[in-house]
């Protein structure tokens, strides 16, 4: 199975900063690779998919990039809103597996 | 617009099984799959499996493979996930989210059911 390991599992920042997650596999997943994004109590909103394209209706500060092993979700700059848990997961093949999620917190 | 609207909340005793409906619509069912996600509290998403309408397969992971069945009625667009053998460590919310029919690479989850919990307690 591949493995999915996110970077930080936590990390306090304030409005306006810029943050970069990051996500790392245990192997090769070419572009397959989308992040989602979860506030408490709600269902997870899927930001980015195929590593890179930016889902209709997010906003432009939200970008990934990366293929292969590595991949990184960055917020350009950070607003009120941005502040929850953000997991990648890899559709490259079966089973289909989540990071462990990056709970970013308010400084 | 596409939706899909899950079976409501579920108390069970250990032992016991739990099905979980997803009723889907503004899409062509029969061209998708379903995966279905756990969560368990305070954690995070974990990958259960998924059953393609398309054809029929399924893939389970191996934690749930002997204890999930996951089936789909097409003639009411509704998805199924029974969990057997619930232990008190099942106790989360299960969602539901449209799949690829065939190969996981076509997408990810675009669309999501607004979620089941089920709480396993004697």
């Known amino acids: 199975d591949i493995q999915l390991t996110q970077s930080p599992s936590a990390m306090s920042a304030s409005v306006g900063d810029r943050v970069t997650i990051t996500c790392r596999a245990s192997?090769?997943?070419?572009?397959?690779l989308a992040w989602f994004q979860q506030k408490p109590g709600t269902v997870p909103k899927r930001l980015i998919s195929?590593?890179?394209s930016l889902e209709r209706g997010v906003p432009s500060r939200f970008s990934g990039s990366g293929s292969g092993t590595e991949f990184t979700l960055t917020i350009s700059s950070l607003q009120p809103e941005d502040f929850a848990t953000y997991y990648c997961l890899q559709h490259n093949s079966f089973p289909l597996t989540f990071g462990q999620g990056t709970k970013l917190e308010i400084k | 617009q596409i939706q899909l609207v899950q079976s409501g909340a579920e108390v069970k005793k250990p032992g016991a099984s739990v099905k979980v409906s997803c009723r889907t619509s503004?899409?062509?069912?029969?061209?998708?799959?379903i995966s279905w996600v756990r969560q368990a509290p305070g954690q995070g998403l974990e990958w259960m499996g998924w059953i393609s309408v398309y054809n029929g397969d399924t893939k389970y992971t191996q934690e749930f493979e002997g204890r999930v069945t996951m089936t789909t009625d097409t003639s009411t667009s509704t998805a199924y996930m029974e969990l057997r053998s619930l232990r008190s460590d099942d106790t989360a919310v299960f969602f539901c989210?449209?799949?690829?029919?065939?190969?996981?690479?076509?997408?990810?989850?675009?669309?999501w059911g607004q979620g089941t919990l089920v709480t396993v307690s004697s």
């Open positions: 192997q090769g997943i070419s572009k397959y």
């Open positions: 503004g899409f062509t069912f029969t061209s998708y799959g």
């Open positions: 195929t590593a890179s």
């Open positions: 989210a449209r799949a690829p029919p065939t190969v996981p690479t076509l997408f990810a989850f675009d669309h």
